[in-house]
C-alpha cells in the first residue's frame, strides 16, 4: 500500500493485524473497528497492547461496530476511506455457505457508502471459501461464498487477487475460529481486490441529422445502437485499440504498397440504391433500415460541449451533423429537408430510403469517383498515382463505422470498425500472392489463417470466425482490382488478448489507460474485471403470425445493456387451433465491463419482458 491513505479495517479480532498496518504505514491514517464492546474485545490475548500500538501511532479504534451498518457508525459519518479491509469475514460458530454469502454482500453494500470513488476494498478469505477459479481446489458454486456476486450486488468488481502472505505479517495472529479465542487455517488463504465499477447507463433515443448527396436528413438511431455512436475511436491521436490496430496494419501493408488513407468524413448513412449497387455481399436483413422523421424546428440541437457529456444525454438528444464532424453542407440553404411525410413505408420492413451503412464500400467508391472527376477537370489525363493503363501504385483507404442487423450471439457485433483499402495493380506484379503473403507475415502469430478462395481470399480466426476478406476483380487483361476489407475490432481482441470484443466499447478509463503508452501489438490487456459471474434466464411468450425475431434481438441488447452474451432458442410450439406460436428463449447475461449480479441481471430481465409486451405485443407465458 502507498502511504498517506485512509485505511479502515473492520471486522478486527485482537487487533493484530490493525496493528502491524500502523505500524508499517506510519504515514497513513489506521480507523481500526471491531463488533464486541470494548470490555469483550479486550479479553483477546494481545488485544490490550494492539490498541495501544495503534493509538500511538496516530490511529483510532472504535467498539461496536456493525460491518453491514458502517452508515450509522456516527463515528465514521463524514469520512471515506481509501481502503476497507476486512480479514476472514465469517457469521461466527457453525453458520453455513449461505450466511456468510449474506453477511458478505451485507458489508460491501454497507461498505461502499464509506468508500472513496477509487478505493478499494479487501476481502481475504480461506483457500476454497471464495469460489472463483483461483481457488484451489475449487468449490463447487452453491458451496461457495460466492465472492463476486456478493460484491456485484454493490457495483464492485474484483480487480485482483493474490495469496495472503501470512508471513508478511509477522505480528499478525488470526482469531475467532468458531467465536473463540483460537486461529484457524490461513495456508493457501486468498487476498481479494475490489473497486468500483462504472454504473448501467440505459439506452437512449438519438435524433441524429445527417446530409446524405445533397438532402438534409434527421432520423432516430435504434436504441441498441445509441452507445455505439460517436465514439471516435479512430480519431487521430487517438490511443484505443482499434486505432493502434489500423495503424499496425496500414504501416505493414505500406512496406509493399503505400497506402493512403482519406480524411473526409463520411455520413452514417447510405442510399439504398446506393447500397443495392454496391454492398452486393451483404444480406439485406442484416441491415438497420432507416426512415427520415419529419424535420422538428423546435428541437436543440446540442452543442459540442454538450455533446462531451455522454452519459448525461437525455433519452431523446437531437445531434446535428455539423456537431458530430460526419458531414458538412457547404451551402446549407441549397440542401433540401427530407422528410417522411409524404413516404409512407413500414418502419419495421426491409424496404425504405436510408439504412445505416453495413459496409464502407458505397463511399469509398463514391470518394474514388470525385477524386477521378477532379483530376478530369484539372486537365490530368490521369492521376499522378497512375500510369498510362490506369494501374495504380497505392492502395486508397476508409476506416470508420459499420452497423449490422445480426442476432444476439457471443462474436456478433451490431457495430464493428471497418478498414477499407483498395487499388488497381498490374497482374504482372501478382498482388494477390504479396498481399496474402504481407497480411500473414502480419497477423499469423495473432491466430489469424489467410485462405485463398475463388475471387479473393478470408481471413479467419478462432474463436470469432471470419475477421477480413479480399476482392479480386480483374479490370482488364493487364489489371487486376484489390479490395481488402477488415474488422478492425475483431483484430484488436486477437492482437490484444481481449477476453471480449464488447470491452472495446468500455467507457471505464481503466480500459484506455493500458494503452495510453501506445503499447505494441501482442501485448496482453489485464482486466480490471476478474472472473466475471453467469446468470441464466428463460423467456416464453406468445406470438402471432408475423412475428420477426430480428426485432426481439434488437430488444435483448437494449433491455440488457449489452450484457446478453448468449440467446438460445430452445423450444417452439404452434398451437393447433389458434394463429399462435409459443417460444421459449434461454438468454445468458454476462459482462467483462461491469459489475453484474443476480439482482441486475432480473431487473434487466424483467425490463426485457415489459418491453416485450409493449411494443411486439406478445402475450408472456
Not at 500500538?53 to 481509501?82: A, N, P, R, W, Y
Not at 488513407?261 to 455520413?267: A, F, I, S
Not at 495473432?446 to 479480399?470: E, H
Not at 454476462?590 to 402475450?619: N, P
Request: aromatic content about 8%.
Amino acid at each position: 500500500m502507498s502511504p498517506s491513505l485512509s485505511i479502515l479495517l473492520v471486522g478486527e479480532g485482537n487487533f493484530s493485524f490493525s496493528a502491524f498496518m500502523s505500524h508499517i504505514h506510519a504515514d497513513s491514517r489506521v480507523t481500526a473497528t471491531c463488533l464486541q464492546r470494548e470490555d469483550e474485545a479486550l479479553r483477546h490475548e494481545g488485544a490490550a497492547a494492539n490498541v495501544l500500538v495503534i493509538k500511538d501511532s496516530g490511529g483510532s479504534v472504535i467498539f461496536g461496530v456493525d460491518c453491514t451498518k458502517l452508515e450509522e457508525c456516527v463515528s465514521l459519518q463524514g469520512h471515506l476511506f481509501d481502503r476497507v479491509v476486512f480479514n476472514f469475514p465469517h457469521c461466527g460458530r457453525k453458520s453455513g455457505v449461505k450466511k456468510n454469502r449474506e453477511l458478505l454482500k451485507n458489508f460491501f453494500l454497507s461498505c461502499v457508502q464509506v468508500l472513496a470513488e477509487d478505493g478499494e476494498v479487501h476481502v481475504t478469505l480461506c483457500n476454497g471459501q471464495g469460489g472463483t477459479p483461483a481457488d484451489e481446489p475449487r468449490r463447487e458454486r452453491h458451496n461457495s461464498w460466492q465472492v463476486v456476486a456478493m460484491a456485484a450486488e454493490a457495483q464492485l468488481v474484483l480487480s485482483d487477487i493474490r495469496p495472503f502472505e501470512s508471513g508478511k505479517y509477522q505480528s499478525y495472529k488470526c482469531t475467532g475460529y468458531r467465536s473463540q479465542d483460537k486461529g484457524f487455517h490461513v495456508d493457501k488463504a486468498l487476498l481479494h481486490v475490489f473497486t468500483r465499477s462504472l454504473p448501467y447507463v440505459p439506452a437512449r433515443i438519438l435524433k441524429v441529422e445527417e446530409v446524405v448527396e445533397g438532402d438534409k436528413v434527421q432520423y432516430n438511431v435504434p436504441p441498441e445502437l445509441s452507445d455505439y455512436m460517436f465514439r471516435d475511436f479512430l480519431c487521430s491521436g487517438s490511443v484505443h485499440p482499434v486505432r493502434l490496430v489500423q495503424d499496425f496494419l496500414v504501416e505493414g501493408l505500406a512496406e509493399n504498397w503505400p497506402v493512403s488513407m482519406t480524411t473526409e468524413t463520411t455520413p452514417l448513412l447510405i442510399t439504398t440504391a446506393r447500397q443495392q449497387t454496391c454492398c452486393h455481399e451483404i444480406d439485406s436483413t442484416q441491415c438497420y433500415w432507416i426512415h427520415p422523421l419529419q424535420k422538428d424546428l423546435g428541437s436543440d440541437v446540442l452543442s459540442p460541449a454538450d455533446r462531451d457529456k455522454d452519459q448525461l444525454l437525455s433519452k431523446d438528444t437531437c445531434i446535428s451533423a455539423g456537431e458530430v464532424d460526419r458531414v458538412r453542407c457547404k451551402d446549407a440553404e441549397s440542401c433540401n429537408i427530407r422528410s417522411a411525410c409524404p413516404v409512407v413505408v413500414d418502419p419495421e420492413r426491409e424496404t425504405g430510403l436510408y439504412l445505416l451503412r453495413p459496409s464502407l464500400l458505397p463511399q469509398m467508391q463514391e470518394l474514388l469517383n470525385k477524386k477521378e472527376e477532379v483530376n478530369n477537370k484539372a486537365g490530368s489525363r490521369r492521376d499522378t498515382e497512375s500510369d498510362s493503363d490506369g494501374v495504380t501504385t497505392v492502395f486508397h483507404g476508409l476506416s470508420g463505422l459499420v452497423f449490422r442487423s445480426v442476432s444476439v450471439h457471443v462474436w456478433a457485433q451490431p457495430a464493428f470498425h471497418q478498414l477499407l483499402l483498395t487499388g488497381v495493380f498490374s497482374v504482372d506484379c501478382e498482388p494477390i500472392t504479396f498481399l496474402r503473403q504481407r497480411l500473414d507475415t502480419l497477423l499469423a502469430s495473432y491466430g489469424v489463417s489467410v485462405v485463398t478462395v475463388q475471387g479473393g481470399l478470408r481471413l479467419t480466426a478462432q474463436p470469432m470466425g471470419l475477421v477480413g476478406k479480399v476482392f479480386l476483380n480483374h479490370k482488364s487483361e493487364d489489371s487486376i482490382s484489390l479490395t481488402v476489407s477488415l474488422n478492425l475490432d475483431l483484430l484488436a481482441v486477437l492482437l490484444f488478448s481481449l477476453p471480449d470484443w464488447r470491452l472495446l466499447w468500455s467507457h471505464d478509463q481503466r480500459f484506455l489507460k493500458q494503452f495510453g503508452p501506445r503499447p505494441s501489438p501482442g501485448t496482453a490487456f489485464r482486466p480490471f474485471s476478474l472472473f466475471p459471474e453467469h446468470f441464466s434466464f428463460d423467456i416464453s411468450f406468445w406470438t402471432g403470425p408475423s412475428w420477426e425475431e430480428r426485432r426481439f434481438h434488437a430488444l435483448v441488447r437494449e433491455a440488457g445493456h449489452g450484457t446478453v452474451e448468449q440467446l438460445k432458442l430452445i423450444d417452439t410450439f404452434s398451437h393447433p387451433d389458434l394463429s399462435q406460436t409459443s417460444y421459449c428463449y434461454r438468454l445468458l447475461y454476462h459482462t467483462h465491463t461491469h459489475a453484474l449480479s443476480h439482482t441486475h441481471a432480473l431487473l434487466f430481465h424483467k425490463h426485457l419482458e415489459s418491453l416485450l409486451s409493449s411494443r411486439l405485443q406478445v402475450t408472456l407465458r
